[in-house]
């Protein structure tokens, strides 16, 4: 036989072993699945494949290399494939059966087991049968395997043009798609939670979380002490799930995360430069946060905290869009569809970038649109320059798309203010008294977007639905590289709710931070139904503010009294009063967070 021909019979039972796992799951569990259709389950048959394949060919493609080789090795490397088979089934019908227990795929809980010997036991006891099935199975392949591996070789032509093969499909393989990121769960999961579990397996899952999950949370406190720490009920499955009840007369909800916006630079908290004028115009006629705080200095963080309310924190958690979505569900857009809602997620940038395109629609966003979507309409040097896109034309754009006809739920993320700064047009093109030449042109991007944003609002104020949205104008985390500040002013960002006719203005001192923001929402736009909140509405007057910052190991709170940061249970930096307290407070928080995503408990698919 030939050696080609054997590889392809190797990877072919590798994937064989994870298409039946797959159509396991959808038989095991047809009252999850119900809700897609015939043509959505072919679809998540056969897209799943690429998912099996990220992770299958890491191993065998490297083995279906050296068979194809010509050396004396291919019996050796034919036996190393048909020794990961069982493992590769073993875990898959684990990551099936654990799917009936929390209806959602395996991420980190393998690793536990070493520490729960009891339970390993107990489980191996439950389901001895199925071991026996697998093993007897096993050893029947084991025969036929072996009257493979003696077949004599047939000569092989092109040999070397075969090896470039299995090298090119193998590395095309595991990245998945031919763009520049790599395929992540996140993509699986564009069609929504429930087809999103149908595609992805339980070894892709667990690989992907692992690959950008973070260290192990360290803190003195367990999680019923952390608990009590806080005020929350741990004894319930969901104690951060809180129900709203909405309002007859719906608001429409327009979310404009401007990139790197600081405070530092902004007229109306104080800034030296006059470059935001639009901005200190509008919080003139609306409620200005003047103690605003960004959770990180990553926009994914950031959106991640405005989308999904759910907080960054230090531990082994990793990002929205990089294995997050495996662990924790509910969600402003999900939440906001199913109350009629149109939905739109928009940014500057390429639709590929921070996993966007795929991001929104697993969030529900029934619209997307990116840099590829938009056409250039302002005057520039370079049409092209702005790596991170354009906000005047985004915003024009965005204001076209939005009909009136119902209510909607628009988010539009910038770009422009992203180095590098791109050369613009006068009067965007000052030179500014600083001591970097980067800062000015940063500025520049500040003016051009402020501009941007004001004429956006100028064009939506014409509108006849202007009356009956509200717009929360906020950053994703500060520019954090020219500020003269010190924490935790390097994570101080605006935040201003703009609504003439249904918010009153004035300057707000109370602190806040972006897992506030989806809360405020809720509470403004009248919406119906249940959300996970680690944060509070920003206009409630009876729970003090906050802000949960996160910076590298350490885990910092601010809070009216004062400020800490804490590397596990070190207070490393502070001020103000209240310090071991507010340490307390802190680390409470952080492993309360990681714990409720950790174990399944932020929020259920049913919200």
């Excluded at 699986?188 to 979380?209: D, E, T």
């Excluded at 009920?233 to 104690?239: K, L």
């Excluded at 500040?446 to 949205?469: H, M, N, P, Q, V």
């Excluded at 492993?591 to 259920?604: A, F, G, H």
Aim: with cysteine.
């Amino acid at each position: 036989m030939k050696r080609s021909t054997v590889a392809i019979i190797v990877v072919g039972i590798a994937f064989l072993i994870c298409s039946c796992a797959r159509l396991l799951l959808y038989t095991m569990y047809p009252e999850y699945f119900a809700s897609l259709s015939a043509s959505e389950v072919a679809m998540a048959f056969i897209e799943g494949v690429r998912f099996d394949a990220a992770v299958i060919m890491i191993p065998f493609g490297v083995i279906a290399l050296m068979i194809v080789f010509p050396f004396k090795w291919k019996r050796l490397w034919m036996w190393i494939a048909f020794a990961i088979y069982p493992i590769l089934a073993i875990v898959l019908i684990t990551d099936v059966i654990y799917f009936g227990n929390v209806k959602r795929h395996l991420a980190n809980e393998i690793k536990f087991l070493s520490n729960e010997v009891d339970f390993a036991i107990s489980m191996l006891n439950e389901y001895a049968s199925t071991l026996f099935i697998i093993v007897v199975v096993l050893i029947i392949c084991a025969v036929f395997w072996h009257k493979l591996s003696q077949l004599p070789d047939k000569y092989d032509k092109l040999t070397a043009l075969k090896i470039f093969l299995v090298v090119l499909i193998s590395f095309a393989m595991i990245r998945g798609t031919f763009t520049a990121k790599p395929i992540s769960t996140i993509d699986a999961f564009r069609g929504g939670a429930v087809q999103g579990n149908l595609i992805v397996n339980g070894i892709f899952s667990m690989y992907k979380y692992s690959s950008h999950a973070r260290k192990p949370v360290k803190t003195p406190y367990t999680i019923d002490e952390a608990s009590v720490n806080l005020g929350i009920d741990n004894s319930v499955q969901y104690p951060l799930l809180k129900g709203y009840e909405g309002k007859p007369s719906k608001k429409n909800i327009v979310i404009i995360v401007l990139e790197s916006w600081s405070a530092y630079y902004v007229g109306a908290l104080g800034s030296k430069f006059n470059v935001t004028p639009n901005f200190d115009n509008l919080s003139r006629n609306g409620a200005l946060f003047v103690n605003h705080y960004a959770p990180e200095k990553r926009s994914i963080d950031g959106l991640q905290a405005i989308l999904t309310g759910i907080p960054v924190v230090p531990g082994e958690i990793p990002s929205l869009g990089f294995g997050l979505e495996i662990k924790a569900t509910g969600n402003i857009g999900t939440i906001a569809g199913k109350n009629g809602y149109d939905t739109i997620f928009m940014q500057t940038s390429a639709r590929r970038s921070y996993y966007m395109d795929a991001i929104s629609r697993s969030l529900g966003f029934k619209r997307y649109y990116g840099m590829e979507d938009y056409p250039i309409v302002f005057d520039y040097p370079d049409s092209k320059s702005s790596v991170f896109g354009w906000d005047y034309d985004a915003m024009a754009f965005l204001n076209e798309q939005i009909d009136g006809e119902g209510n909607f739920l628009a988010i539009l993320f910038t770009g422009t203010t992203h180095t590098p700064y791109p050369e613009l047009n006068a009067p965007f093109n000052q030179e500014y008294n600083t001591e970097r030449d980067e800062e000015s042109a940063y500025l520049n991007t500040l003016a051009y977007s402020d501009f941007s944003l004001g004429r956006f609002i100028e064009a939506e104020s014409k509108s006849e639905w202007f009356k009956d949205t509200i717009y929360i104008i906020t950053a994703d985390h500060t520019a954090g590289k020219y500020e003269d500040v010190k924490f935790p002013l390097d994570y101080h960002v605006p935040l201003l709710i703009y609504s003439p006719d249904n918010v009153a203005a004035g300057r707000f001192e109370k602190i806040t931070t972006h897992v506030d923001i989806m809360p405020t929402v809720m509470e403004l736009s009248g919406i119906a139904g249940g959300i996970a909140v680690a944060g509070s509405s920003v206009f409630d007057d009876e729970t003090p503010g906050r802000a949960i910052i996160k910076e590298g190991e350490t885990v910092g709170i601010v809070k009216d009294s004062g400020w800490v940061k804490v590397l596990d249970s070190t207070i490393i930096d502070s001020s103000g009063e209240g310090l071991e307290e507010l340490a307390k407070e802190a680390l409470s928080y952080q492993q309360v967070m990681n714990t409720l995503i950790d174990q399944n408990r932020w929020c259920t698919d049913g919200i």
